[in-house]
């Protein structure tokens, strides 16, 4: 059970009730809000909530970089901590770093001082065999169809039929050398390709890197996507696309030992996504999306929870807003997005969402829709115990 505020009654004020989502079971939660109504806010109260959950694994895909600062107490909100029953503290917080956190970070000062404040900094780099030739391609926005781009697919597929998983970009820059068929100049400007991709310095070189080794099972993760650039060479959908793989692959296998009785250690996933919009796009591709869709439609089985959250939910893709089975909606004023909410109501909701909406009057305030239980209630989102780092 997650508990993340007070409801409001009738007369516009809020009682003591303290308004609740099952978490027994996977599920699709969507946050939404224009930019400074609370929506940040409101998702690192359900990560505190999961984070007392013992039996799953909590990450945060965090592309602004704000949510290492829930290591700390909060302090600016303590009074209001106290009024609520709990104690200002920090979160067991493990931050993952694409590539050398020292440089990611700008230098050995920050990064120790993070550590002061009580982050755990944690090296992440992909295995070269975890992207598909698909997307090898498609992170160089290469068409399969054309010949540069079919030297990369069949130099992966090789490397995967030779190599297995233990391949480096080194073993795919010899397959392309090694391509007869292929013209120099066209080997070159896949081999420049690769060595620009070495250069980023996400990648294993040396060995296969089980992810799941890195992760922290007694604590929340939080994928630091802020030092990638957001729109050059996609990395960060590509970092995303490849973790949310691997933790699909393996969740699934576990689920299946668990059916069959067998022994197996790896627990629940609940993943959330700040600003989802820019990792599955409506009307548009991206390369998590295909995976995330896939993630929002099926995880529920393997037990995969999703939460997304977004300022502009009408650029989010329908197929991953209409698996949300819960709402949490801030004060918004942009017509598309409230088309985009409206679009998702069903029967029971009738004209109750526009009228709550409208109630809807301060910061952290919010419209809480249960598709479960088939209800629309008001909010008022609980006083975090942890710092919030957003605006």
Same mark, same amino acid.
């Given at each position: 059970m997650?508990?993340i505020? $007070?409801?409001?009654?009738?007369?516009?004020?809020?009682?003591?009730?303290?308004?609740?989502?099952?978490?027994? %079971?996977?599920?699709?939660?969507?946050?939404c809000?224009?930019?400074?109504?609370?929506?940040?806010y409101?998702?690192?109260v359900?990560?505190?909530e999961?984070?007392?959950?013992?039996?799953?694994?909590?990450?945060i895909?965090?592309?602004?970089?704000?949510f290492?600062?829930? +290591?700390?107490?909060?302090?600016?909100q303590?009074?209001a901590?106290?009024d609520?029953?709990?104690?200002p503290? !920090?979160l067991?917080?493990?931050?993952?770093?694409? !590539?050398d956190?020292?440089e990611?970070?700008?230098?050995?000062?920050?990064?120790?001082?993070?550590?002061?404040?009580?982050?755990?900094?944690?090296t992440?780099?992909?295995?070269?065999?975890?992207?598909?030739?698909?997307?090898?391609?498609?992170?160089?926005?290469?068409?399969?169809s054309?010949?540069?781009g079919?030297?990369?697919?069949?130099?992966?597929?090789?490397c995967k039929?030779k190599?297995?998983?233990?391949?480096?970009?080194?073993?795919?820059?010899n397959e392309v050398?090694?391509?007869?068929?292929?013209?120099d100049k $066209?080997?070159?400007?896949?081999i420049?390709r690769?060595?620009?991709?070495?250069?980023w310095?996400?990648?294993?070189e040396?060995r296969?890197?089980?992810?799941?080794?890195?992760?922290?099972?007694?604590?929340?993760?939080?994928l630091?996507?802020?030092?990638?650039?957001? !729109?050059?060479?996609g990395?960060?959908n590509?970092? $995303?696309?490849v973790?949310m793989r691997?933790?699909?692959?393996?969740?699934?296998?576990?689920k299946?030992?668990?059916?069959?009785?067998?022994?197996q250690?790896m627990?629940?996933?609940w993943?959330?996504?700040?600003?989802?919009h820019n990792?599955c796009? %409506?009307g548009s591709?991206?390369?998590?999306?295909?995976?995330?869709?896939?993630w929002?439609?099926?995880?529920r089985?393997?037990?995969?929870?999703?939460?997304?959250?977004?300022?502009?939910?009408? +650029?989010?893709?329908?197929?991953v807003?209409?698996q949300?089975?819960?709402k949490?909606v801030?004060r918004?004023?942009?017509k598309?997005?409230?088309? +985009?909410?409206?679009?998702?109501?069903?029967?029971?909701?009738?004209?109750?969402?526009?009228?709550?909406?409208?109630?809807?009057?301060?910061? !952290?305030?919010?419209v809480?829709?249960?598709?479960?239980k088939?209800?629309?209630?008001?909010?008022?989102?609980?006083?975090?115990?942890?710092?919030?780092?957003?605006n």
């Open positions: 997650l508990t505020g $007070t409801l409001m009654n009738d007369v516009n004020g809020f009682t003591d009730q303290r308004a609740t989502i099952e978490s027994d %079971s996977s599920r699709r939660i969507l946050i809000g224009k930019t400074g109504t609370g929506k940040s409101t998702l690192g359900l990560i505190e999961l984070e007392r959950n013992e039996d799953v694994i909590t990450i895909i965090d592309p602004q970089g704000i290492w600062g829930m +290591a700390q107490p909060n302090r600016e303590e009074d901590v106290w609520w029953g709990e104690s503290q !920090g067991p917080i493990t931050v993952l770093v694409p !590539g956190p020292v990611r970070y700008g230098g050995e000062d920050v990064v120790e001082e993070l550590e002061n404040r009580g982050v755990h900094l944690q992440l780099k992909l295995n070269p065999s975890d992207i598909s030739p698909e997307m090898w391609c498609e992170l160089f926005d290469l068409d399969i054309e010949l540069i079919s030297t990369l697919f069949k130099a992966v597929r090789d039929k190599l297995g998983r233990d391949f480096f970009i080194p073993d795919i820059i050398e090694r391509g007869r068929r292929m013209v $066209t080997k070159e400007a896949v420049r690769l060595e620009m991709a070495m250069d310095e996400i990648f294993e040396v296969y890197l089980e992810l799941w080794e890195i992760l922290n099972h007694h604590g929340v993760n939080i630091d996507l802020s030092p990638l650039d957001p !729109g050059r060479h990395l960060r590509l970092v $995303t696309a973790l691997f933790i699909f692959r393996q969740r699934s296998i576990a299946r030992k668990e059916l069959l009785n067998l022994a250690e627990p629940r996933v993943l959330a996504i700040d600003e989802a990792f796009p %409506s591709s991206s390369l998590a999306k295909e995976i995330l869709i896939r929002a439609k099926e995880g089985q393997p037990g995969l929870s999703l939460i997304v959250a977004s300022q502009r939910p009408s +650029a989010i893709d329908q197929e807003l209409t949300c089975d819960i949490l801030h918004i004023t942009s598309d997005d409230r088309r +985009a909410i409206n679009a998702l109501s069903d029967d029971y909701l009738d004209e109750r969402l526009d009228g709550s909406l409208k109630q809807i009057r301060n910061v !952290g305030e919010a809480l829709i249960d598709d479960t088939e209800t629309v209630e008001i909010v008022k989102i609980r006083p975090r115990w942890s710092f919030h780092g957003g």
